[in-house]
């Protein structure tokens, strides 16, 4: 981010020192003057150098914001005797953390939604929120469930559906992974 501005700068200021250039030229300056060329320099960049400065300070004092993500899912489950029970997890960055003195506060919530062998999903499975509080500023923070399936459910290829929410900007994203039941 910072060379990208940092190119513009120059680009910006080629331009302009082209355009006094071709003023001073117009009115009977020399042109392929060194020492010339060298002294317009230095009068441009007295001119601008407050704004260079005060472009990089915008920059080096700016926040980068992180893409709200959900990522790295993971399902499997373990046959049982009456069933299956289902572990599953993701994990979830980007998300605002409000810090208050040393501790920084993140609400998320979600829920699980299950697609079926036959394409119908089960909306809702099981929900939840997670409000965690720390002492350092929190890279992600993982999510995990575990369910029981009685034996209803028929052996086969499901896809379970996490749908996450950050409470503090009201950002939704929802990413899925695919388990199978066997026995």
């Given amino acids: 981010m910072v060379l990208k501005i940092w190119l513009r700068l120059c680009r910006i200021l080629k331009r302009i020192i082209k355009q006094e250039i071709r003023n001073r030229k117009s009115v009977g300056g020399e ?3 060194a020492p010339y060329f060298l002294m317009l ?3 441009i960049m007295k001119k601008y150098f407050f704004l260079i400065f005060i472009l ?7 926040k980068k914001e992180e893409k709200f993500e959900l990522f790295s899912p993971e399902a499997f489950a373990y ?3 009456n069933g299956w029970e289902l572990n599953a997890a993701i994990r979830v960055k980007g998300f605002l953390q409000n810090e208050n003195g040393n501790k920084f506060t993140a609400k998320l919530s979600y829920y699980i939604d299950l697609q079926m062998l036959d394409g119908k999903v ?5 929900n939840g929120v997670i409000d965690k509080t ?10 995990e469930i575990q369910m029981q ?3 209803n459910y028929k052996a086969g290829n499901y896809k379970i559906i996490f749908h996450v929410k950050d409470e503090m900007t009201g950002k939704e994203l929802s990413i899925n992974s695919l388990f199978e039941l066997s026995k």
């Fill in 122 to 126: 089960k909306e809702k499975l099981t």
């Fill in 79 to 81: 046959s049982m005797d």
């Fill in 149 to 151: 399936f009685d034996s």
């Fill in 41 to 43: 320099r230095t009068e």
């Fill in 134 to 143: 720390s002492e350092e500023k929190m890279m992600d923070i993982p999510i």
């Fill in 31 to 33: 042109y392929y003057s």
């Fill in 56 to 62: 990089l300070l915008i920059n080096a004092c700016s």
